[in-house]
């Protein structure tokens, strides 16, 4: 059964093979529904008021309802065919369990262990391993006449820890790193068989119903008082009884020890209207595109209902990965239908639930989480002016699986790495990017740096900036794919580092090598912000400047804030004549970003020209800045302002070899490790916090 019905027409035989398809709306499947519970059978004066409520004729009502009962009757096989497929899977472990215990049993008459069948076995192998010493011995000897020098002076040995990078070929002594060991290959997205499956026949009017109480528990939500929400600290917070006395979960399950409550609100303007909002809500692509320091992959699943104009009445199934920026922060993934609706004309909402993924959970052998999004969303209303006013929704209920990092421990458990006051931040500062973006080749510059520059040309660099940042914030990501491996560092959070074979068109092809780390700075965010992103402090931190001062050649601004702008940048020594640095910065009430990246100058003259730039590799490196997140009573004396620190973020990317079957030298992780923690030092040394 799907959103409508198969109606047969009369007439000839090709006449009666055609079929028109009539797909319901979200709310006639909800009283469809509601009516099926009380009576899967109805008769005919039932299924005339029926058709008379939903504007229906009354043999689509007659189709619905025994479509659904051979549905229904199909869900229960289903159900039974799960449980057997249970109890086969119970006794093929028990199965195994008794083969393994069979080969480890004693033997009674010499007390010893039986003989096995694969001695055989034993012995290639042992006769395989022989031969794998001899080429390791030939390879070391080949490689310490190359290097000049015996391999085990390599520095790995005190650099690299050997719980988490034991990856040489014979050791940490080795002359290389196993690539694959260490990090996941290119792809953004997870593999096909771990990602959420297209939605059934079966399951699609569950999920409507599901989404139609969503939508108006966001829109009670989102409009409801003081009786809901609490001021904390100038954020509304979800008061979580309240909340539990008002909205009643359906399936009566309760909240289990470990697992919070994140719930939050945020109104706010925002430059676009509703219309351009709820088109770059509903494509997974975009929506990205808005929040790549929030999320950091999306993809569209299903599209379940195709709503008027891809709008209203539309109903996805999403998949989404949220981070914070960090190596040492886990990501959060959700499995979520997106519904919209036009509630009148101006006003928008677009409400967002979880969908149940503890079966895929439990088919791949992986425990289910009992994370999730509830209803959770935004109103959007059109303002005269073309602005929209966004009310922001966000709820979750996370499961704490795994322990957060002290550093970041506040800053999540306090709900601001994941709310609505950063998501709307967020959009803000993405809305105004994209208004400068329409306006490049229009409004004059009033910026002396930007004024040698074509329209075309602001609009080409303005591109190729976003293109840069995306990558940056994507390569931060803590998922499963994205597995970082602990070296020595300047703190407790070491530097991470995570290497990966690049064919992106976007990026130079190769082997690349990540390395980040975080750090706490007793410094507030906006002041850390200014020191890194001002080209006249940049000596006092670029190890790579060598201390030469940096000169800007371009700027263009992409926003209200002075901090938000694109530049070009160029180093005044002769050795770097040849390269610049494109450099985007930008912050607002929720953090703060400063990438960076090296650019020739042919490059640069394709994208000041206005030549489209997305054949330009780029390896972008940079700063992620967030607040700490801790209380405000953390002042040392009384009477004084408290005391507001920031999370810093410093990663590198640098191409070790253009050859994709290259191995990873541990000279290079070294030199990235001395890299990022002589940077460290440098930072604290310069904003006078070296002791932190």
Sequence with gaps: MDFGDDVMDGGSDAQRRKKRYHRHTPRQIQQLEAMFKECPHPDENQRMQLSRELGLEPRQIKFWFQNRRTQMKAQHERQDNCFLRAENDKIRCENIAMQEALRNVICPTCGGPPVADDHFDEQKLRMENARLKEELDRVSSLTSKYLGRPITQLPSAQALSMSSLDLSVGGLGGPSLDLDLLSGGSSGYPPFHLLPMAVSEMERPMMAEMATRAMDELIRMAQAGEHLWVKTGGREVLNVDTYDSIFAKPDGSFRGPDVHVEGSRETGLVFMSAIGLVDMFMDSSKWTELFPAIVSKARTVDVLVNGMGGRSESLLLMYEELHVMSPVVPTREFCFLRYCRQIEHGLWAIADISVDQQQRDARFGAPPSRSCRLPSGCLIADMADGSSKVTWVEHMEIEDRVPIHLLY????????????????????????????????????????????????????????????????????????????????????????????????????????????TSIWLPVPCDRAFAFVRDEHTRSQWDVLSHGNPVQEVSRIPNGSHPGNCISLLRGLNASQNSMLILQESCTDASGSLVVYAPIDIPAANVVMSGEDPSAIPLLPSGFSILPDGRPGASSSRAGQAPSAGSLVTVAFQILVSSLPSAKLNAESVATVNSLISTTVEQIKAALNCASH
């Design 409 to 516: 421990r506040d800053l999540v458990l306090s709900g601001a790495a994941f709310g609505a006051h950063r998501w709307l931040a967020a959009l803000q500062r993405a809305c105004e990017r994209c208004a400068c973006l329409a306006t490049a080749g229009i409004m004059p510059h009033r910026d002396i740096a930007a004024a040698g520059v074509t329209p075309e040309g602001k609009r080409s660099m303005m591109k190729l900036s976003q293109r840069m940042v995306n990558s940056f914030c994507a390569s931060l990501s803590a998922s499963q794919l994205h597995r970082w491996t602990t070296l020595s560092g300047p703190n407790d959070v070491g530097v991470r580092v995570m290497v990966h074979r690049s064919t992106d068109p976007g990026q130079p092809s190769g082997v690349v090598l990540s390395a980040a």
